[in-house]
């Protein structure tokens, strides 16, 4: 069984053909000026210079102001976004969330709108104040010589202080995020009415960045993604188990390779059902609900001259869930992600595990501080539901529910023995774990291997 799920190339193509040909049409002197003046209706001042910056699915236009001053024009890249309004009212609302609870440094927005809205016929847009600053976390902890190309990894000739001075600024950030709780599972929407002062609700889907990639990467049917609420972490879990399975029966190209291969990923994933749907996945708890998000890395960390924390960027795919979610460390650690790691799983675990002892410690102490103050009691502790989280195998269980390519990997070298004994061997068990689904399930197993096969003719 190939390592992980690749994307389906063609749809990979016909995204970026529709990508360059959107970006390919702002290139006009007359769209420059159009940009610029619509800029200036909402913030006055002497525009001396227009920037473009790119971004993974955002292109962004940078006005300086004569008095040293900058806003920036954010544009969802169609193509690259699946959902642009739905992505963009999501980010407003938690970025103005983020100000009414947290002193996280997040950038203020000067005017947003929808593509209908938009005069200029590009799009949701979102304007708002241009945050200085002289670098990025990722810069600074990258190993140099890698270029954007190439995979990130963490640069290991940082000294631990360092390392240590990072931590304790973002550990203060993700406690923040996670003392507010949250009433159900979605996406914050911008409120246009109501008798409190929030400018904020619980109002849509979860949307996140595993989504998208399921629509523009695996060319899976929008209508197979959930479009209400979750009042629950179970019916949320068992709605991501589902996901996976349409994942696997909806990708043409690149998605099984021999009928061993398409055996294997079907049975992983309606194991993984099972165990969603016999609440195994996540115990049920009382925990509740936190805003979290899932592609929150070092990239959108800005710094300063002195390596402070200036500004955090790119709240999108933000949402309210299972608060499991929020008590699981950040994977982004070692910078590489657990499946796309060169070496092997089993070395990003050995290296994650180095760093994850130190940050945990790091987190303590603020906790320790907090607790001085009175902000936080010692049953809140996030350090402790972090470490439980790693020694529990919740970290890998959040992990292969929010990411469907690398989803194969996971399951068989880590929920595999989590889940069905710490000596049990995927490569050699996994036929008679199809004992473990019931009639009914077997009969669906045999029912989607047949008709993979038969769709991508390896039957």
Not at 191 to 199: C, F, L, P, V
Not at 206 to 218: D, G, K, T
Not at 228 to 255: E, K, M
Not at 423 to 449: A, K, P, Y
């Amino acid at each position: 069984m190939s390592r992980f799920l690749t994307a389906d190339d063609a749809a990979l193509a016909k995204s970026e053909e529709t990508a360059q040909s959107w970006l390919d049409s702002l290139h006009d002197w007359d769209r420059y000026i159009a940009i610029r003046d619509f800029i200036l209706r909402y913030r006055e001042g002497e525009g001396i210079q227009l920037k473009g910056m790119g971004g993974s699915g955002n292109i962004n236009y940078r006005l300086i102001y004569k008095d040293g001053s900058s806003v920036v024009l954010r544009l969802p890249i169609p193509g690259f976004t699946q959902f642009p309004d739905e992505k963009v009212q999501g980010e407003v609302a938690v970025m103005q969330w983020l100000k009414e609870n947290t002193s996280i440094p997040v950038p203020t927005i000067i005017h947003w709108g929808t593509s209908e809205q938009n005069p200029l016929q590009l799009g949701p847009f979102i304007l708002m104040e241009y945050i200085d600053h002289q670098t990025s976390l990722l810069e600074v902890l990258n190993t140099p010589g890698l270029t954007k190309e190439d995979l990130p990894a963490l640069n290991r000739n940082l000294p631990a202080e360092k390392l240590a001075f990072f931590y304790r600024q973002i550990a203060d950030a993700l406690l923040r995020l996670a003392m507010t709780p949250m009433s159900s599972i979605g996406s914050l929407v911008p409120k246009t009415n109501g008798s409190d002062d929030k400018a904020w609700e619980i109002g849509a889907r979860p949307l996140s960045v595993h989504w998208e990639e399921l629509v523009r990467s695996a060319v899976l049917p929008v209508a197979e993604l959930p479009t209400n609420t979750f009042a629950t972490s179970s019916s949320y879990l068992n709605a991501l188990a589902d996901l996976h399975i349409r994942h696997l029966v909806h990708q043409p190209n690149g998605a099984i390779s021999s009928k061993d291969d398409c055996r294997q990923k079907f049975l992983a994933r309606l194991l993984f059902r099972k165990l969603a749907r016999e609440d195994r996945l996540l115990p049920p708890s009382n925990a509740g609900f936190r805003l979290w998000c899932d592609d929150i890395k070092p990239g959108n960390i800005l710094l300063d001259d002195d390596e402070n924390i200036t500004g955090v960027i790119d709240w999108e795919f933000s949402y309210a869930a299972p608060a499991e979610f929020t008590y699981v460390p950040p994977w982004w650690l070692v910078l590489g992600k657990p499946h796309r790691w060169q070496e092997g799983l089993d070395d990003w675990t050995r290296s994650y595990e180095k760093h994850l002892e130190r940050f945990l410690q790091v987190l303590q102490e603020c906790e320790d501080e907090w607790i001085r103050l009175s902000r936080l009691d010692e049953g809140q502790r996030l350090s402790t539901r972090m470490k439980d989280s790693w020694e529990t195998g919740k970290f890998w269980v959040v992990y292969a529910a929010t990411h469907s390519f690398g989803f194969d990997l996971i399951f068989r070298e880590r929920l595999d023995k989590i889940f069905f004994g710490p000596e049990s061997n995927w490569e050699t068990d996994w036929g008679r774990r199809i004992q473990l689904l019931s009639d009914e399930e077997q009969s669906e197993f045999d029912r989607l291997v047949k008709e993979k096969l038969e769709s991508t003719g390896l039957s």
